[in-house]
């Protein structure tokens, strides 16, 4: 059981401090650039070989990858499975309610008068409303904290967090969204997953043998 907001951060410190690290150089590069030169600064780097790699990293942030891994985690332990599955709606529902809230454009109507200009991986299908902010970049830092929290090895939490990060960067790499976007996603992403996991996990029941057993494991 655990203490709270303190004890959650002190088992994700392996994400969490590298993360609050770009998240600062992050901010300082939104208030010494534009939109359209930090856009442009990512979409002007690109090859064959990024083009065909990119679209598969994306999917990592994708709501069927955490659901996937939530029905995998249930066969060995109800706990964690439940953690993660909660994690991701409540962190989902509130990139939705932004996202709709906001309704802010994506780069491709954005920048409609200089398509010409951006680089697009061909046969892509790009989105072009409710940009802001990045749902795959909330999933994939959102389940990057609960798998940090569950996993014995807390070192684990470096590794997650770059593929979180690299996540977030496929999302701008395949002008699906601004770098903005990709920013406040993961904030919502950390931020909402942690005040729950400190809530929720405090909880007697979730702690009992019961839940920390699952259809193929008995406690």
């Not at 994306?58 to 332990?77: E, K, P, R």
């Not at 680089?119 to 790009?126: A, G, N, S």
Request: aromatic share 16%; net charge positive; glycine share 6%.
């Amino acid at each position: 059981m655990n203490a709270g907001a303190k004890d959650v951060l002190y088992k994700i410190r392996y994400l969490f401090i590298p993360y609050i690290l770009v998240l600062c150089a992050s901010l300082v590069i939104k208030l010494l650039f534009t939109r359209s030169q930090i856009y442009f600064a990512v979409n002007g780097i690109h090859s064959d070989f990024a083009d065909s790699v990119e679209p598969y990293i994306t999917h990592i942030g994708d709501g069927l990858t955490v659901i996937a891994l939530s029905v995998i985690l249930v066969l060995f332990n109800y706990r964690a499975a439940f953690l993660m599955i909660t994690s991701y709606a409540l962190t989902a529902l509130t990139a939705q309610i932004l996202k709709y809230s906001f309704d802010m454009p994506r780069p491709k109507v954005y920048f409609g008068n200089q398509l010409d200009k951006i680089h697009f991986v061909k046969d892509l299908y790009i989105l072009s409303v409710h940009s802001f902010p990045s749902g795959h970049t909330v999933t994939a830092f959102s389940a990057g904290v609960v798998i940090t929290y569950l996993a014995k090895n807390k070192a684990w939490g470096a590794v997650l967090f770059f593929v979180a990060l690299m996540v977030g960067y496929s999302r701008m790499y395949l002008s699906q969204h601004f770098f903005e976007d990709v920013t406040v996603g993961s904030v919502v992403g950390v931020l909402i997953t942690v005040i729950w996991l400190s809530y929720i996990d405090r909880k007697e029941f979730i702690n009992s043998p019961r839940w920390n057993q699952g259809l193929l494991k008995r406690a």
